[in-house]
């Protein structure tokens, strides 16, 4: 029988230094005030745009996940951000975040690219997958050859297959005791994932779940409830949109979402409204191209 997927205990996973802290300490004092963030718009920008170095643009990136404190705090956007600059950072062809809500309930809450969406939409609809996995067992899950899981997750193993997955790294957003989702990045080379982006890459998401669980903290349970809804809802007015786009200009639904995402940056307005704009058809989506 092949060998299944490897389970690997969290902590050998988690960078010793530098921490989260750290890095974002090292930031550019123009954009920040002590921890306070200043321009947030910049600082979201500095996480997509190419910056003086991978420090600097980790650094942005860690700011943008922990400024839940900010009036326009988006955490559709702030995720979507995150997938965009774990594929473009770091040595992944794919990623994409699954959320659980108050009830433990997983959701597709961000993707970078549609094939990497199509395989979380399987893991959620089929409850397996190494995101699954990762969540209800608070551990990351690390496969280096999708195809001999085939007997673990028989539904999730074809499509990934199918789409030119090779391995895939799982790794928990967690709080202390408390695992609200997972931070899946998929690789098509068959290489594994350098220790040293492992590293980041988990402490990327244990920093997400820190900035989504302060928020949670400030308001009350329906309020909660509230604000998943409407983040659920944002993702499926950034789908149209995209899908409009990329009928209107003749090109794939991954290049209409950077348009959509690098238009509402430079614009400094927040993704969603921008797609709201374009699903109403407020703003035509050629001028986005």
Not at 218 to 244: F, H, M, P, W
Request: charged share 20%.
């Amino acid at each position: 029988m092949p060998p299944g997927p490897a389970r690997v205990n969290r902590d050998q996973h988690r960078p010793s230094k530098p921490s989260p802290m750290s890095m974002v300490s090292s930031y550019d004092a123009a954009t920040r005030t002590g921890s306070i963030v200043t321009d947030r718009s910049d600082v979201l920008q500095e996480a997509t745009v190419s910056a003086d170095g991978r420090e600097q643009q980790l650094a942005a990136m860690f700011v943008a996940l922990a400024d839940t404190h900010a009036d326009d705090f988006d955490l559709v956007e702030v995720l979507d951000l995150l997938v965009t600059f774990c594929v473009d950072t770091l040595n992944c062809d794919g990623a994409g975040i699954l959320l659980g809500d108050l009830r433990g309930r997983l959701a597709v809450m961000a993707s970078a690219g549609e094939w990497t969406r199509a395989l979380d939409v399987v893991q959620v609809r089929n409850g397996e997958g190494p995101g699954i996995d990762c969540h209800r067992n608070h551990e990351p899950v690390i496969v280096h050859n999708i195809a001999q899981a085939a007997e673990r997750w028989p539904r999730f193993v074809p499509l990934a297959v199918r789409h030119g997955a090779r391995g895939v790294h799982a790794l928990p957003m967690t709080l202390r005791q408390e695992t609200i989702g997972a931070l899946c990045l998929y690789g098509r080379a068959g290489v594994p994932l350098a220790l040293d982006d492992v590293h980041v890459a988990q402490s990327l998401a244990e920093t997400a779940a820190i900035g989504i669980l302060q928020q949670r903290a400030l308001q009350a349970s329906t309020l909660l409830a509230d604000q998943l809804q409407t983040a659920l809802n944002s993702r499926i007015v950034i789908e149209q949109a995209k899908g409009i786009i990329s009928a209107r200009a003749g090109v794939d639904l991954d290049t209409a979402f950077r348009a959509l995402l690098q238009h509402a940056r430079a614009n400094n307005l927040r993704l969603s409204e921008l797609a709201r704009a374009v699903a109403t058809r407020s703003v035509d989506p050629a001028s986005l191209l």
